[in-house]
Nanobody, 124 residues
Framework: QVQLVQSGGGLVQAGGSLRLTCAVS????????IAWFRQAPGKGHESVAI????????YYADSVKGRFTISRDDAKNTVSLQMNSLKPEDTGIYYC?????????????????WGQGTQVTVSS
């Protein structure tokens, strides 16, 4: 059984930084695609960053390239999302997600296990 527990997030002014962490139990984070999705108010899930994605290496949505960094700590079995230069449009609920089948796509339907979600609010 895989479990994901998220920490971090909160309220920050535009231009600030936040860090989200996803602690994974049950499988090693080094071997599976793990993604961060976000859901803005009134919208669907958007993939923000993916480790071990189908295209090789790391994926970032165009909207966050150069500002967000996804990384993993194999010793702690965690995956983090460092978010810098935050904008009001980054506001939403952020979820980490685990793909047990190893597909590593950008689509939420491919992910089998999800964290509980963390609110990120960026004020202008």
């Amino acid at each position: 059984q895989v479990q994901l527990v998220q920490s971090g997030g909160g309220l920050v002014q535009a231009g600030g930084s936040l860090r989200l962490t996803c602690a994974v139990s049950g499988r090693p984070v080094s071997r599976y695609p793990i993604a961060w999705f976000r859901q803005a108010p009134g919208k669907g899930h958007e993939s923000v960053a993916i480790l071990n994605w189908s295209g090789g290496g790391t994926y970032y949505a165009d909207s966050v390239k150069g500002r967000f960094t996804i990384s993993r700590d194999d010793a702690k079995n965690t995956v983090s999302l460092q978010m810098n230069s935050l904008k009001p449009e980054d506001t939403g609920i952020y979820y980490c997600a685990f793909d047990h089948d190893g597909v590593g796509s950008r689509y939420e339907v491919e992910y089998d296990y999800w964290g509980q979600g963390t609110q990120v609010t960026v004020s202008s």
